[in-house]
């Protein structure tokens, strides 16, 4: 599948767009009248593009969103969808208020092309929060929301559509990319993938990572035992058995560039020291 495929259909109305711009993946649950939307993109344009999109799903509305978790590509574009219902897990609402400003500056400079669309951003974060696991309704629809543990933040939700084998896993499964590590708890990380993959059906299970293609239980087996191994390797440097360039050359990602590959032990090392904190 690729970003000109417009929706793509991955359950009974469960529907998923990949997006060129981080190549990111935007999910849709029809319900009757109404639909969710599970993420909103990095600017109010991108989340009028969603929008727009839609239209050639449903012309409902979009009554509830789930952000499967605060950073910006998934949720600066939520002020559009209201007055829509927003879910995020409990710690997503402290994550924006923390972050969300100096993201928002950071992201400019980054990319300068957004950063005019940037600025007129208002941080919106989730109004309807649960700790571990809740289910949402949508058009007489049940859909389940569910927080496995820390790993790429401290509140990625992983969304499941009961009567389908589809689930989204946020960012907590990236394809085609090194997972970014910038904001997470790479030790933790190793229990909560361990946890997301079973919930994918072995046969025609969809597993819907943040960006890159949607992929079968096989990709979030092996994506999981990559996150466990970066876990490991930074435990044997961290206890003194190896050395972070010894590490680098059986690092998980080796088909990424090295700068990319060294993140995710320097993050595992900085949590195993302690030094760690909220973003
Ligand atoms: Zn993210």
Same mark, same amino acid.
């Given at each position: 599948?690729?970003?000109?495929? +417009?929706?793509?259909?991955?359950?009974?109305?469960? @529907?998923?767009?990949?997006?060129?711009?981080?190549?990111?993946?935007? +999910?849709?649950? *029809?319900?009757?009248?109404?639909?969710?939307?599970?993420? %909103?993109?990095?600017? &109010?344009?991108?989340?009028?593009?969603?929008?727009?999109?839609?239209?050639? *799903?449903?012309? $409902?509305?979009?009554?509830?969103?789930?952000?499967?978790?605060?950073?910006?590509?998934?949720? @600066?574009?939520? !002020?559009?969808?209201?007055?829509?219902?927003?879910?995020?897990?409990?710690?997503?609402?402290?994550?924006?208020?923390?972050?969300?400003?100096?993201?928002?500056?950071?992201?400019?400079?980054?990319?300068?092309?957004?950063?005019?669309? *940037?600025?007129?951003?208002?941080?919106?974060?989730? #109004?309807?929060?649960?700790?571990?696991?809740?289910? /949402? =309704?949508?058009?007489?629809? =049940?859909?389940?929301?569910? @927080?496995?543990?820390?790993?790429?933040?401290?509140?990625?939700?992983?969304? %499941? /559509?009961?009567?389908? #084998?589809?689930?989204?896993?946020?960012?907590?499964?990236?394809? +085609?990319?090194?997972? @970014? &590590?910038?904001?997470? &708890?790479?030790? $933790?990380?190793?229990?909560?993938?361990?946890?997301?993959?079973?919930?994918?059906?072995?046969?025609? +299970?969809?597993?819907?990572?943040?960006?890159?293609?949607?992929?079968?239980?096989?990709?979030?087996?092996?994506? !999981?035992?990559?996150? !466990?191994? /970066?876990?490991? *390797?930074?435990?044997?440097?961290?206890?003194?058995?190896?050395?972070?360039? =010894?590490?680098?050359?059986?690092?998980?990602?080796?088909?990424?560039?090295?700068? $990319?590959?060294?993140?995710?032990?320097?993050?595992?090392?900085?949590?195993?020291?302690?030094?760690?904190?909220?973003?």
């Amino acid at each position: 599948m690729g970003v000109t495929d +417009g929706w793509v259909e991955i359950g009974d109305r469960v @529907f998923v767009r990949r997006y060129a711009f981080y190549d990111q993946n935007i +999910g849709v649950v *029809l319900g009757r009248g109404e639909a969710l939307v599970i993420d %909103t993109r990095s600017t &109010y344009g991108q989340a009028r593009e969603i929008v727009a999109d839609l239209r050639s *799903l449903t012309s $409902d509305p979009v009554t509830v969103v789930v952000d499967t978790h605060g950073h910006f590509d998934h949720a @600066f574009g939520n !002020a559009i969808f209201r007055p829509a219902t927003i879910w995020g897990q409990e710690g997503c609402v402290p994550f924006m208020r923390r972050t969300g400003e100096a993201r928002k500056a950071t992201i400019a400079a980054e990319t300068p092309e957004l950063a005019g669309q *940037l600025d007129e951003v208002v941080i919106d974060p989730p #109004d309807q929060t649960f700790t571990t696991d809740t289910t /949402v =309704e949508v058009g007489g629809r =049940e859909v389940g929301l569910r @927080f496995l543990g820390r790993g790429h933040t401290d509140h990625d939700i992983v969304i %499941t /559509v009961p009567g389908t #084998d589809v689930v989204f896993a946020g960012d907590l499964l990236e394809n +085609g990319s090194v997972p @970014f &590590y910038g904001d997470a &708890y790479p030790i $933790d990380w190793a229990a909560t993938a361990a946890a997301l993959a079973p919930l994918v059906a072995p046969q025609g +299970g969809v597993v819907v990572p943040g960006h890159g293609d949607h992929a079968g239980r096989a990709f979030a087996d092996a994506q !999981a035992a990559s996150i !466990a191994a /970066v876990a490991a *390797l930074a435990a044997r440097i961290h206890g003194g058995e190896i050395e972070l360039d =010894e590490a680098l050359a059986t690092h998980p990602f080796p088909e990424h560039p090295p700068g $990319d590959a060294r993140r995710p032990l320097q993050r595992a090392l900085t949590q195993l020291r302690g030094e760690v904190g909220p973003a």
